[in-house]
Nanobody, 125 residues
């Protein structure tokens, strides 16, 4: 059974940093696309970042939402079945529940099959 567990959320001041982690179990995820989404109060869940590779190319590539580009970085450790979201220069509008997700194949921004339970990030002004 696939299980994704996020950690690393919390309260941080604007301008600060947090690193979210997602630990996956149940299978090897080296061929999976891994992503991060978030849902702010009263808003729909939105794509934040994803990392994966196409069947043709062996190198991983990443995509980011425009709102976090240049501030957030996604990475993965296949040996540990983990992936991460480094969040820098945090803004109050980054406040949300963050979810990790996994899927086979692409695209990176949608179509995820597996989801974590979420971790809350609160950025104070």
């Amino acid at each position: 059974q696939v299980q994704l567990v996020e950690s690393g959320g919390g309260l941080v001041q604007a301008g600060g940093s947090l690193r979210l982690s997602c630990a996956a179990s149940g299978r090897a995820f080296s061929n999976y696309t891994m992503g991060w989404f978030r849902q702010a109060p009263g808003k729909e869940r939105e794509f934040v970042a994803g990392i994966g590779r196409t069947p043709i190319y062996t190198a991983y590539y990443a995509e980011y939402a425009d709102s976090v580009k240049g501030r957030f970085a996604i990475s993965r450790d296949n040996a540990k079945n983990e992936w991460y979201l480094q969040m820098n220069s945090l803004k109050p509008e980054d406040t949300a529940v963050y979810y990790c997700a996994a899927r086979l194949g692409t695209p990176l921004r949608s179509g995820y099959q597996y989801w974590g339970q979420g971790t809350r990030v609160t950025v104070s002004s």
